[in-house]
């Protein structure tokens, strides 16, 4: 089992939780069983339900009827995935400045705990 970390900024914003507070239920519900998928599977979990970005940066990818959400995250030294944010995917790539914004989260949580 993996430990899954929500990512919290210096001010304590929780990015991801957020996003996930922002979803209809059904929605929530398929995302949270691939957070669990994540936890049970941690680094072995593959397409469809994770694809590695760069950079360390993963998706956690979820589709809900035509609702696509993504979870970006990255892993940290002893069975820890900590999930940054979140977004509904509404093109085919995902959106550079998610990509970017978790990686500014990842060198924050990397800066001030490890």
Do not use: H, W
Request: proline share 4%; hydrophobic share 35%.
């Amino acid at each position: 089992m993996y430990e899954i970390v929500f990512y919290e900024t210096q001010s304590g914003q929780c990015p991801v939780q957020d996003f996930l507070d922002s979803l209809e239920p059904k929605l929530l519900a398929k995302t949270l069983r691939t957070v669990d998928l994540l936890e049970a599977n941690g680094a072995r979990l593959r397409e469809p339900y994770s694809k590695p970005l760069k950079e360390g940066i993963f998706e956690l990818r979820t589709k809900q009827g035509t609702d696509i959400t993504r979870v970006l995250y990255f892993f940290v030294v002893g069975k820890k995935a900590v999930l940054t944010n979140g977004f509904v995917k509404k093109t085919r790539k995902t959106p550079v400045a998610e990509i970017e914004l978790a990686r500014k989260y990842k060198a924050d949580y990397e800066r001030r705990y490890l």
